[in-house]
């Protein structure tokens, strides 16, 4: 645990800059302490967002650190509430108006608490057309058609085909549905007779998690379970049967879960087992993202060439599987200062070339991946510094959107010692 003197730095720090680091450290360390009503951390909040007030609209780390906050379940008061108002001016897409999304968040509802303001936000910035949800009221698969950006509405319909498109309004949507991505042949893997036959709980259950765009309580995984299988697939007695059998529900890797990774090579074998079977993961568990950073953290201080390629393949691998490069991005923050094909100043003249090897020796297949966390991770001007000193089979390999050539020809050039 942080003690108070490094906590209440942190705070200090915090309240004059917005740098990513520096936040992810704040919320790091109050988690730590548990209880956010005791001592005195409910003061160094309220000064905090005190000192922050409108500068939160311009700000995406301050703007998105005010929700992280409310994860740990902060003491509810309206200062913090309207600092949650204003954050939306830098987090909500286009889709929704802010007014439409406060209401829904439920950030003027008192009976909503903090903590279930945090999930709804979750769910508010992934939302997308196309995507399947599971209503928890009426127990029923749906699909996302389109939003309206004048009223925050949403059209949406039955996967059934029963009925027409129907509008629900988007507080329906952050408080009765479950989000998943909009993959029909995933969607088939969890819900038909054909998939079904042959299979387990926990392959399911796995499945389920990995469709999903929320993280899934147990709760609301057997409830998912019961109104997906019966009665066309399976009878009330054999779903029984099928759902309480857990035999062998442990012995394959990939379902223990990234979470039993103990460093990078057992996590990247995981992640890899996971792309064989064509699974993606949109939703990732506190644990599991903490463990993903703790093994790649475990990297060492100078990598070899096997260790940056291992370690940058997982991160490559961790998109393809679903993961945003910003959550990945996220995770990397601590990690990212080990490895020399992330130079730390690349326009500074003494960084040397030898350190980008890695661009030559990854696979091609990576490197469209390992950019858009890159871009995450870093600005715009570094990423155009970066780009310029890549190998060719590198330059070739990136999407357009990663190649900024006015940019680039404004770059100082990096070292050739």
Same mark, same amino acid.
């Given at each position: 645990?942080?003690?108070?003197?490094?906590?209440?730095?942190?705070?200090?720090?915090?309240?004059?800059?917005?740098?990513?680091?520096?936040?992810?450290?704040?919320? %790091?360390?109050?988690?730590?302490?548990?209880?956010?009503?005791? =001592?005195?951390?409910?003061?160094?909040?309220?000064?905090?967002?005190?000192?922050?007030?409108?500068?939160?609209?311009?700000?995406?780390?301050?703007?998105?650190?005010?929700?992280?906050?409310?994860?740990?379940?902060?003491?509810?008061?309206?200062?913090?509430?309207?600092?949650? !108002?204003?954050?939306?001016?830098?987090?909500?897409?286009?889709?929704?108006?802010?007014?439409?999304?406060?209401?829904?968040?439920?950030?003027?509802?008192?009976?909503?608490?903090?903590?279930?303001?945090?999930?709804?936000?979750?769910?508010?910035?992934?939302?997308?057309?196309?995507?399947?949800?599971?209503?928890?009221?009426?127990?029923?698969?749906?699909?996302?058609?389109?939003?309206?950006?004048?009223?925050?509405?949403?059209?949406?319909?039955?996967?059934?085909?029963?009925?027409?498109?129907?509008?629900?309004?988007?507080?329906?949507?952050?408080?009765? !549905?479950?989000?998943?991505?909009? +993959?029909?042949?995933?969607?088939?893997?969890?819900?038909?007779?054909?998939?079904?036959?042959?299979?387990?709980?926990?392959?399911?259950?796995?499945?389920?998690?990995?469709?999903?765009?929320?993280?899934?309580?147990?709760?609301?995984?057997?409830?998912?379970?019961?109104?997906?299988?019966?009665?066309?697939?399976?009878?009330?007695?054999?779903?029984?049967?099928?759902?309480?059998?857990?035999?062998?529900?442990?012995? +394959?890797?990939? /379902?223990?879960?990234?979470?039993?990774?103990?460093?990078?090579? /057992?996590?990247?074998?995981?992640?890899?087992?996971?792309? /064989?079977?064509?699974?993606?993961?949109?939703?990732?568990?506190? +644990?599991?993202?903490?463990?993903?950073?703790?093994?790649?953290?475990?990297?060492?201080?100078?990598? %070899?060439?096997?260790?940056?390629?291992?370690?940058?393949?997982?991160?490559?691998?961790?998109?393809?599987?679903?993961?945003?490069?910003?959550?990945?991005?996220?995770?990397?923050?601590?990690?990212?200062?080990?490895?020399?094909?992330?130079?730390?100043?690349?326009?500074?003249?003494?960084?040397?070339?030898?350190?980008?090897?890695?661009?030559?020796?990854?696979?091609? /297949?990576?490197?469209?991946?390992?950019? +858009?966390?890159?871009?995450?991770?870093?600005?715009?001007?570094?990423?155009?510094?970066?780009?310029?000193?890549?190998?060719?089979?590198?330059?070739?390999?990136?999407? =357009?959107?990663?190649?900024?050539?006015?940019?680039?020809?404004?770059?100082?050039?990096?070292?050739?010692?």
């Amino acid at each position: 645990m942080t003690s108070p003197q490094d906590l209440e730095k942190l705070f200090f720090e915090a309240a004059e800059s917005d740098r990513q680091e520096l936040l992810d450290s704040l919320l %790091s360390a109050l988690s730590g302490h548990g209880d956010l009503s005791t =001592a005195d951390i409910p003061e160094h909040i309220s000064l905090l967002l005190e000192n922050w007030s409108d500068s939160v609209e311009n700000s995406l780390p301050k703007s998105l650190f005010c929700y992280r906050l409310c994860e740990l379940n902060p003491p509810d008061s309206p200062q913090l509430r309207n600092i949650l !108002f204003k954050s939306l001016k830098k987090t909500l897409t286009s889709d929704f108006p802010r007014n439409s999304a406060a209401a829904a968040l439920g950030l003027k509802d008192l009976s909503v608490k903090i903590h279930e303001i945090s999930i709804r936000f979750k769910k508010l910035r992934v939302i997308s057309n196309g995507q399947y949800f599971f209503s928890e009221k009426e127990n029923k698969w749906g699909n996302i058609v389109s939003s309206d950006p004048l009223t925050g509405e949403l059209s949406v319909k039955e996967v059934s085909g029963i009925g027409k498109t129907y509008s629900v309004t988007l507080q329906k949507v952050l408080s009765e !549905f479950l989000l998943f991505s909009a +993959d029909s042949e995933m969607f088939k893997k969890i819900s038909s007779k054909k998939s079904l036959s042959g299979i387990g709980r926990s392959e399911w259950i796995v499945a389920v998690k990995a469709f999903s765009l929320n993280q899934l309580t147990d709760a609301q995984l057997d409830k998912i379970a019961f109104f997906t299988i019966l009665p066309d697939i399976m009878t009330l007695d054999q779903f029984n049967v099928w759902w309480k059998n857990t035999g062998a529900a442990t012995s +394959d890797p990939i /379902e223990k879960g990234i979470a039993s990774a103990r460093n990078i090579k /057992e996590l990247h074998g995981t992640l890899l087992k996971l792309r /064989e079977k064509s699974l993606k993961i949109h939703a990732a568990t506190d +644990d599991e993202k903490k463990k993903i950073g703790e093994c790649l953290s475990k990297v060492k201080d100078e990598p %070899s060439l096997k260790e940056q390629i291992l370690f940058a393949e997982t991160a490559a691998i961790l998109c393809d599987l679903g993961f945003r490069a910003e959550l990945i991005g996220e995770i990397l923050r601590v990690a990212k200062v080990k490895v020399p094909f992330w130079p730390q100043e690349p326009m500074i003249n003494n960084t040397s070339l030898e350190s980008l090897k890695l661009w030559d020796e990854i696979s091609c /297949e990576h490197i469209p991946a390992l950019l +858009d966390v890159t871009s995450k991770l870093y600005s715009g001007k570094y990423l155009s510094a970066l780009m310029l000193h890549l190998p060719f089979r590198a330059i070739n390999a990136s999407p =357009a959107s990663f190649l900024d050539f006015e940019t680039m020809k404004n770059v100082d050039p990096l070292s050739s010692d």
